[in-house]
């Protein structure tokens, strides 16, 4: 029940709301309870406990901000703050976030409905949250300076605007950007559609993730905010390999996976095993005559993919962007290829003269993932994660689709690695083997020597 005194208080919030100017004493008193959460495993969807039913999505290694009803008004609390994120098991990186994580929570609302954001600011600095995609007032669109004032450290500040259009958004600053995303600042946003739509079917499962990327070099904890190209670490939800969650889903279920991209680089995102659509963008749901067969979706800087399909093949499938150094961790820029020079007992000798001294592989990379090379403390090995088969030698932009026919509807446990049944794996050959027929080794300008004329003219009229 609300008193006759909170009717009042949440009266107060909504006229401060109206210009998205700093909360009163008494409108505080009437925020919502800000919720935090600091674990890095994903947590399962939140069921609707009131508003419009809809079914919800899995953040990936995230989670998804809960709220409360308020005279038929959705009211959110956001709080920017600083936070530690574990990007892998034993490191850690010093980031901005929401709510206690990097990225922040997911919102979910339904189509229609009328959202109230409480932003409160605990970073050192200004900030502001635009809602990227959304149809809004121009006051509500957070843009420091241009829309609104920026929020100072310590106020909160009050969005309201109605979720016009159904569909996968993201939020994020438009204050001091350049440091504030590099600090792992944003969030994932979903409107479901609040009754059949004719483009964006039912699924049973549905995932949400964003793609980004910090530079932190070995041993250090804090993102470098000034890179703009170089980056060493290429994160789905500030998340790297062997870090990332898997995609669990049963067999025959349809899959919705949604991509939102703020890095400052485009992702090939490709999927093994399977071929998808891509069914909707930040901009809305794409006609299904528009739509094609795919593998690999290229997601450019600040935009939002949306992909499905039928999981119908069983097995545990590769999910990963198609750069490959985007599936690495810890790449250096300025490391020598040291390929063919054996220096298993010069890394230890050098580690000792010069601590946090790191070698390349002298066989390729691969190495690299199977032998116990010493690096400096909270640095991530660039390759790493074991399957049923060995070192995947993966990192980075990579996770695992897991397919299981007996995997139970809504169950998102991990269910091991899969068992492949006999005769349908790759083996080693044991037979004889012919001889390789091979192309000649002589160049082109080799075989044509003498065949070639030469005609030179001398340039005329050259100026300079």
């Known amino acids: 029940m609300t008193s006759r005194r909170d009717f009042f208080k949440v009266a107060s919030a909504i006229t401060a709301a109206a210009s998205a100017t700093a909360v009163s004493r008494v409108a505080m008193a009437a925020l919502p309870e800000a919720v935090s959460h600091q674990s890095a495993e994903s947590m399962p969807p939140l069921m609707p406990k009131n508003g419009r039913p809809y079914n919800p999505v899995l953040t990936l290694n995230g989670w998804t901000l809960p709220w409360r009803m308020n005279q038929g008004i959705k009211e959110f609390h956001l709080v920017a703050e600083p936070v530690i994120r574990e990007m892998a098991p034993g490191f850690t990186a010093h980031l901005w976030g929401y ?51 920026a929020i100072p450290p310590g106020k909160t500040f009050v969005y309201e605007f109605i979720a016009r259009r159904p569909g996968t958004f993201m939020y994020h600053p438009h204050a001091d950007e350049m440091v504030q995303m590099a600090m792992g600042m944003m969030g994932s946003w979903i409107t479901h559609p609040k009754e059949k739509h004719a483009l964006i079917d039912a699924v049973d499962r549905d995932f949400v993730f964003l793609l980004n990327a910090y530079d932190i070099d070995p041993g250090s904890y804090t993102p470098k905010v000034t890179t703009m190209t170089e980056f060493n670490l290429w994160t789905w939800n500030s998340r790297i390999f062997p870090g990332i969650d898997p995609l ?43 739509r094609w067969p795919e593998v690999t979706t290229d997601i450019a800087v600040g935009q939002m993919r ?44 050098m580690t000792n003269l010069i601590p946090g001294y790191m070698t390349m592989g002298s066989e390729g990379m691969a190495d690299m993932a199977q032998m116990q090379m010493p690096l400096p403390h909270n640095t991530a090995p660039m390759m790493g994660g074991d399957g049923p088969f060995g070192s995947l030698g993966m990192g980075g ?17 991990d269910p091991g690695w899969y068992q492949q049944p006999k005769g349908s794996q790759a083996y080693e050959w044991t037979g004889p083997l012919q001889d390789p027929k091979r192309e000649s080794t002589k160049s082109t300008d080799e075989k044509n020597a003498g065949q070639i004329e030469v005609q030179i003219r001398k340039p005329a009229h050259h100026e300079h």
């Open 99 to 149: 709510n206690g994580q990097s990225p922040g929570p997911t919102i979910e609302v339904v189509e229609g409905d009328r959202v109230r954001i409480f932003v409160t600011n605990k970073l050192p600095e200004h900030t502001s949250v635009h809602w990227h995609g959304q149809r809004l007032p121009n006051g509500m669109d957070g843009v420091t300076g241009l829309t609104q004032p």
């Open 248 to 290: 669990v889903v049963r067999k025959n279920d349809k899959v919705r996976i949604r991509v939102g991209n703020l890095s400052m680089t485009n992702h090939p995102i490709h999927i093994h095993g399977h071929e998808f659509q891509v069914t909707g963008t930040d901009g809305g749901a794409i006609p299904k005559t528009a």
């Open 306 to 349: 949306q992909i499905e399909f039928v999981a119908d093949e069983e097995g545990d499938w590769a999910f990963h962007c198609h750069k490959s150094h985007h599936t690495m961790n810890a790449m250096g820029h300025d490391v020598p290829n040291m390929i063919g020079v054996p220096h298993a007992d010069l890394a230890e000798k």
């Open 397 to 413: 932009m990579f996770s695992v689709l897991k397919v299981r026919k007996n995997q139970a509807a809504g169950d998102y446990k």
